[in-house]
């Protein structure tokens, strides 16, 4: 079972880095509708701006979270 861990955790990565590209996605759709609606919708760019850091958070810690070592047989 433990050479199972690693496939796991690599899977859990790519989630990570998937759902985070996800957030940047609706983050800047959401900034980019609130600056062409304008007037209290520039509140959409609040919230993306917000969506947009979740979503670099996540891709960063779904890249750095785990590391491939080698192992010499």
């Known amino acids: ?9 690599l899977l859990q990565d790519v989630k990570d880095i998937l759902y985070g590209i996800a957030l940047l996605l609706t983050g800047g759709l959401l900034c ?6 304008g007037g209290f919708a520039i509140l959409l760019s609040a919230i993306g701006f917000f969506v947009l850091l979740a979503g670099l958070n996540n ?11 080698e192992k010499q047989d």
């Not at 980019?32 to 609606?37: C, E, H, Q, R, T």
């Not at 891709?59 to 979270?65: D, K, L, N």
């Open 59 to 69: 891709a960063y810690q779904g890249y750095h979270h785990h590391t491939v070592e």
């Open 32 to 37: 980019v509708a609130g600056i062409l609606l």
């Open 1 to 9: 079972m433990k050479d199972n861990d690693g496939v796991l955790a």
